[in-house]
C-alpha cells in the first residue's frame, strides 16, 4: 500500500541546481514525484555560507519509514554530502517531512520534521503541492511564516520535468 510522503531538499553547495535535479530523479525510483516550486533562502545557521536552493517533493512510495531514510541517506551520500558544521553548508540535504498521517519519534527519525512549522522554506513549497495540508491538526496556510517568507521563488513548478 502506496503512503503519501513528502520530502525536503536543499543545496547550497556545488551546482545545486543540478544537483536538486538529480535528487528528485532518483526520488522517481521509489515512487510517483511531484515537486513543488524551486526556491532561494537565506542560511538558516552560520551566515558566511551561500544562500539555499530549496524545494518540496510530494512521494507516493511503498517504503516503510526507515527504509525510505536509508534511501535518502544513501542519495545524500552519492551526492558527496558532507557535515561540516551544524546547520553548514551542504552538497544535498533530503529531509523526510512528513509520512502519511504518522508521527514517529526514535533515535533515527521524528516525523512529522522537528522543525517544519518555523521553516517557510519548508512550508511554503509544502503549499505548493496542497494549497491546504494540514499536520498535526495545523493548516499550514494559517502559520505565521507564511506571512512574511524570507525566500524567493526561482523557477515554478517546471524546473524538475519529472
Known amino acids: 500500500m502506496s503512503t503519501i510522503t513528502y520530502i525536503g531538499l536543499g543545496s547550497n553547495l556545488g551546482d545545486s541546481r543540478q544537483i536538486l535535479l538529480e535528487a528528485v530523479q532518483k526520488l522517481a ?44 541517506q544513501r542519495f545524500e551520500q552519492e551526492s558527496g554530502r558532507v557535515r561540516l558544521r551544524r546547520w553548514g553548508e551542504r552538497t544535498l540535504d533530503l529531509d523526510l517531512l512528513v509520512y502519511g498521517q504518522e508521527h514517529i519519534q526514535n533515535e533515527r527519525l521524528t ?14 513549497p509544502l503549499l505548493d503541492l496542497d494549497e491546504n495540508i494540514q499536520i498535526k491538526a495545523q493548516r499550514l496556510k494559517d502559520l505565521p511564516v507564511v506571512q ?12 524538475s520535468n519529472i
Do not use: C
Open 29 to 72: 525510483t521509489l515512487g510517483s514525484v511531484k515537486t513543488s516550486k524551486l526556491y532561494q533562502s537565506p542560511p538558516m545557521g552560520p551566515q558566511d555560507q551561500p544562500n539555499y536552493l530549496n524545494a518540496v517533493v510530494q512521494l507516493e512510495t511503498d517504503l516503510a519509514p526507515l527504509l525510505l531514510l536509508d534511501e535518502l
Open 111 to 124: 516525523v512529522p520534521h522537528a522543525g517544519l512549522f518555523e521553516r517557510d522554506f519548508v512550508v511554503i
Open 148 to 159: 512574511h517568507p524570507s525566500l524567493s521563488v526561482l523557477d515554478d513548478e517546471t524546473w
